[in-house]
Structure formats: C-alpha cells, structure tokens
C-alpha cells in the first residue's frame, strides 16, 4: 500500500454524532435499517425497488453468476419515465426540478412539466435522426439544461447514451465516439469558461474527423460563437426542437437493457467504457440519494459535480429527479466572477443541501473564511463530499466554515463503476469521523483484505473489495468482456477489487487511502498513468515516460512526468512547457503534467518493468525505499542529484 496516503489520518480524532433536531427530522433515523438489510440482503433490495415505476413487475431481485448480475430480471421501466412523467400526476409537475445558474449570472427554471416537454421533444428529434433502441448517442455538452434534457431523451427511447466531459480534448472525444460507435453526437457551439469560450464544436469537428459512425450532429446553441455547420450533417438543436411534437412515448425497457456508458481511466492507455442498466441502477441511485440526503420536498439540492462524470449521471441526473428533488446545476466555476460565487448561489437560491468535492473545500480553505462569511448561509442543512479522501483539516474547515457547525458531513465512497454511493453516514443514524466515509450503505457488503482476499482484523489495513453483487454494479465494459473480468474480478473469484487500498479501524469504520494501481486522483478525476505516458510517448522528441501522482495540496494528487528524451534531441528551453501542452492537447487539461523531470534512463526491475514507487519518493523527495530489485542503481542515483 502507498505510504503518501495514509498522512493525514489521525486515529483518535474527534467523533460528531447527529444532533437531536435533526434526528428528530430525519428520513431515515432507525438503526434497525443496517441489521434488517444485512439479514435478507435481497429482501432489502426487492423492497426499495418498490420505490420506482415499473411497467411490468421483476420475476427475481437477483441472478448471479459470478461475476455476471442481472438485477430485477423481467422486470420492464423506463428511467425518463421514472424521472419525469410520474411526477406529472401530482402537484409536482409545477415544482422545479432544475433551477439553471448560468456562468455570467443567467438563470433559468425548468419545472418537473417543462423539462418533460423538452424531453419529450428531443426524444422525437432523436427519432427522426433515425436513432433507435439500442443506437449509441454521445453528448459532449457543457453544464446546461440540455445536457440532462439529452440523456433523459436518450432514456427515453432506449438509445444508451456515453456522456464525454466538455473539458476533454478532441483527440479524447474522437477515441470515445470510435469505440461506443456513436450515431449522433451532441454538442454545443462552445461553453463558457471564466468568461471566454470553450470551442467544443471545433473541438467536435475536428473528433469526426477521425470517426465514421456519427450521421449526425445536434447543436445547442449557448455561446453564440461563430460555428461550421456542415450541410447534411449539422443541425441547430433549437430549429429541430421547434418541429418536434410534444409527446414521445417512453419506450419499455428491460430492466437488463444498457442505459448508458461512461468512459473511465484504467490502469492501460484505453479507457473503459463503463456499462450500466437500467433497473438496478435506477433502484441504487434513487435509494441513495433520497436516503443519504435525507431528501425533503423542499430541499433546494445542489451537487457541483459535471455531468460528464458519474457523480453528475447519478446524483444530478437519474437519483435526484426520480426523486421529485429541486436540483440546482451551476454551469461555472467557483471563482468567477468572484471567490464568492458558490456562497452567492448558495444564499441566491436558497440552497439546502450541498454536495461538492474536497479539492474544491481544500481551494475554499486556502482563498480563507472572508467568502462564505460575506454570505448568508444559514440555508444549509446537510454537506456532502465525493472524490477522493477528504483529509480532517479540511473536514473540519468544511464543517465550521460552511456548515457552520451546523450540518452533518456525508462523505461518500463510490465509483463509476459502483454507479451509486457504496459506503457514506446515514445523516441521522452515524457518528462522524473527519476523514472516514464511515460504513457501508445498508445491504452493500464492503470490506478490507489482504493479498489472499481474507478479511484483515479491525485496526488494519488492506485492499478494499466489495463482497456482494448491488443493484447498480456495473455489467460490463463496453465490447469488452474479457477487461471486465480481468479488470475488477480476477484478484479474488467473485469479489469485486475496487482498486483502492483502505483501513478498517478499531470501531470498523472505513478510511479509503487511495488508489494502489496505476490510477491517479487529480481534484477527484481519475487519470490513468499509462494515458499520460502514450499522450508523451506520441510526441516526436519523446524515447519514454513514466508517470506518478504526486501528492497536492489543493488537487490531492498532480501529475509528475519522468521523460527520456530521444537521441540528440536537446532539452532547450521550450521543451517542457510543450509537452505538457502535448499532453492537454491529447488528452485535456486535466491530465497536464505539473513537473516534467528529463532523466536519460527510467528506474526499471531487471524483468523491465518501471518502478514508480521509487519515482514516487523521488518527486516528492522522500528517503527511498527498498531498491534491490532495481537493475541500474546509478539511475536512481542521478535523479536524486538532479
Ligand atoms: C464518485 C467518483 C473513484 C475513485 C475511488 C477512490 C476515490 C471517491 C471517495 C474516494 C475516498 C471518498 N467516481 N474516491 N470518493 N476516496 N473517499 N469519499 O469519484 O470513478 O471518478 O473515482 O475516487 O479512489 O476509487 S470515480
């Protein structure tokens, strides 16, 4: 286990335990909830899935085949249906279910019956595209209303759809769009970035260029920038939307059928297209939310994530509006205008419950207390954190600065590939330990093993795996049976390794220490190592790379690079800068490298393989660790003294 991630815990600190009056509120306050699920598991699952609108009833909760689910298998739903139409028969269809905040201060309110018009519409846009059950349709969209309307629409005529980040680069898009085979691609003409543009449909062209199974591509129109639209194949999303009829029957799906797919960083160059259904995921995220958030009708609901990632799908998209929530969706980013944006929406709207991202608490924390304290925050009820290990300082400045020692902290464990919330508090039922994500949620079965997959005793630490199938486990990776298997199932017959390594404490709360393969956590975006180095292989001056995450104070982890360089090319003086530009270029902002360190061989076994634990004590200038295995000593030795 990496040693980096364990600073930072601290074993005796303070317990918060829920108070009465939120106690008192609470959705969920019986502690009888943790034993009656672990009793009949499946019994759990089968109850909470009462929960959404079937059209035809499941024969079985659950069909394992180890590794191979099938949830609530017969059972028929739509998840647009369950997002939307339901809530038209009831005094909801007039309550918001997205307030918009645009980036320059723009708003705009869509209730449950408007955004199942719109829905309704472009679902019929969609169709007459010629998109049918089972096509793919990939959405590379910023923050904006239309992005939840086009998965949603997506959903509602069983068309999976593959969500790209609209901060990945076009080379990224391209390499997306090849492997999910997309029919149509959804786009805007750019988005807005502290005040400039992001031009996605540049970056859209220039991805097509490349891909041949896009007829066509829908266009919304946000920035008014300038954009080509190419004959036949562009289309104005606003023009197709006014001939749409209103009404678009939401199509029967199997609970099995695939709802969508995510692509997500792996331990090789390619990421993983990451398969989730319908029926399971729809019962996990729903559940979840309405649980964990201690959901209330009037709770005005605002996640920061991007929907580009899972925590957006989950809990802005699908969770939160088959819950009849109010969802707040800001389009910016939280210093612009100003550093007090967030605390301004947060007071603008009223704001209930806010679930956000440590690295954004750790930026918070060094901008100092004078933003939230020049806003009204006394609307804040309840926090939530997601991403990465929350470290107690931050934790603790979260929740006296934000929170105002008033609300409870639910840091929440999960992945893309877990699709919901795996281990969190229940607000009303867990003491809270900064730094824990406390226990797993009622009827998931977590634990912590070592290298023979046995369960370690409390106060130690391990891999941490998932025991039993849950209702929004991914299925597979997209046409890609075999990394499935391999991947997330072959450590240990018929558990699931997670990829992190974790801690079971002394009162069996877990704390999550990070990722123990080749993943690195930068501000809560997962980086393969190996995507990095073929974006700086891919350039013409580079022989090799090997890359590390490297511990940060505000994105937890950055990007290290160790470079050799080929023959006669000179390091100069604009080399760095470009290839990390290179590397945005390929990949996209996010993977940039923060330190690039040129050396003329990497530390490598004797069997080849590079040995980045020792580049790991190398970036962040530690005492090395064991190196007896290291071929060439001298190596090593150079780069130190560099
Ligand atoms: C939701 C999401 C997953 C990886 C995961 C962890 C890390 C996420 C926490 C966390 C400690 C948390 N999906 N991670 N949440 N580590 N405490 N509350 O982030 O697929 O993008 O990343 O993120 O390493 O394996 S993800």
């Known amino acids: 286990m990496r040693e980096d991630k364990r600073e930072g815990i601290v074993e005796e600190s303070k317990v918060f335990k829920p108070g009465a009056e939120f106690k008192a509120r609470a959705l969920v306050r019986e502690e009888k909830v943790y034993e ?50 339901r809530h038209l028969t009831s005094w909801r269809r007039n309550k918001a279910a997205i307030i918009f905040e645009g980036e320059y201060g723009d708003s705009r309110v869509l209730t449950y019956q408007d955004l199942y018009r719109e829905v309704n519409q472009f679902a019929n846009v969609l169709k007459s595209l010629g998109v049918n059950k089972g096509d793919r349709v990939t959405i590379y969209l910023p923050m904006i209303p239309e992005a939840a309307i086009a998965m949603l629409a997506c959903a509602r005529i069983g068309a999976p759809h593959s969500v790209v980040f609209g901060g990945f680069s076009a080379e990224a898009l391209r390499d997306r769009l090849i492997d999910a085979k997309a029919k149509v691609l959804i786009t ?44 036949g194949r562009d289309l104005w999303y606003h023009e197709q939307m006014q001939k749409a009829a209103l009404e678009c029957q939401a199509e029967e799906m199997d609970a099995e059928d695939m709802l969508f797919i995510l692509y997500t960083s792996g331990t090789t160059g390619k990421p993983k297209g990451v398969v989730h259904t319908t029926g399971g995921y729809m019962v996990g995220v729903s559940t979840t939310h309405e649980w964990i958030f201690d959901l209330k009708e009037e709770d005005v609901y605002w996640c920061t994530a991007d929907v580009g990632w899972i925590t957006g799908h989950s809990y802005i998209v699908y969770g939160p509006l088959a819950n009849g929530a109010t969802v707040l969706m800001y389009e910016g980013t939280p210093d612009y205008p100003a550093k007090d944006r967030f605390w301004e929406i947060i007071e603008k709207y009223r704001v209930t419950i806010l679930y956000t991202a440590p690295t954004a608490i750790r930026t918070f924390m060094k901008w100092g207390p004078s933003y939230p304290e020049s806003h009204d925050l006394s609307s804040l009820r309840l926090l939530g954190s997601v991403g990465e290990p929350i470290n107690p300082e931050a934790w603790m400045w979260y929740y006296k600065h934000i929170g105002q020692e008033r609300c409870p902290i639910v840091d929440t464990w999960w992945q ?22 406390t226990v797993p949620f009622p009827g998931v079965k977590v634990e912590v093993v070592d290298h023979d997959g046995r369960p370690v005793a409390k106060g130690s630490d391990g891999y941490l795996v998932v025991r039993e199938p849950w209702p929004a486990m991914l299925r597979t990776v ?91 090319v000179d390091v100069g003086n604009g080399l760095m800068d470009e290839l990390k530009a290179h590397v945005a270029k390929k990949i996209g902002a996010l993977a940039r490298p923060d330190d690039i360190f040129f050396t003329p061989e990497l530390p490598k076994t004797r069997s080849g393989k590079i040995m980045r634990r020792l580049l790991r004590d190398i970036a962040e200038g530690r005492a090395l660790g064991d190196t007896t295995t290291l071929a060439d000593a001298s190596v090593v030795q150079a780069l130190r003294d560099k």
């Not at 959404?52 to 028929?76: C, I, R, S, T």
């Not at 281990?423 to 039922?429: K, R, V």
């Not at 999550?512 to 001056?541: Q, W």
């Open 188 to 231: 805007s003409d750019g988005s807005f970035r502290r005040g400039s543009v992001v031009p996605l449909k540049e970056n859209a062209d220039s991805a097509l260029a490349g891909s041949d199974s896009v007829e066509h591509v829908v266009v919304v129109q946000r920035t008014g920038t300038e954009v080509n639209m190419k004959e």
């Open 36 to 85: 009656e699920a672990a009793r009949d598991r499946i019994g759990f699952w089968g109850q909470a899935a009462e929960r959404l609108d079937w059209f035809k009833p499941w024969d079985k909760v659950l069909e394992w085949d180890p590794p191979f689910a099938q949830w609530y298998v017969g059972g028929k739903l739509n998840a647009s249906y369950n997002c939307l139409d």
């Open 416 to 437: 893309t590939e877990t699709g919901m919330i795996m281990m969190t508090p229940l607000p009303a039922l867990t003491a809270l330990k900064p730094g824990s994500c």
């Open 478 to 568: 997209y046409g890609d049976q075999n990394r499935y298997v391999n991947t997330y199932w072959s450590n240990w017959p018929g558990i699931y390794f997670t990829g992190d390594g974790a801690r079971w404490d002394e009162d069996g709360y877990f704390w999550v220490l990070g990722r123990v393969d080749d993943v690195i956590n930068v501000s809560g975006h997962r980086i393969g190592t190996a995507e990095v180095e073929s974006a700086l292989v891919d350039h013409p001056s580079v022989a090799e790379a090997a890359c590390i995450g490297k511990s940060h104070e505000v994105k937890g982890q950055a990007v290290a690079a160790f470079v050799t360089l080929k023959e006669g």
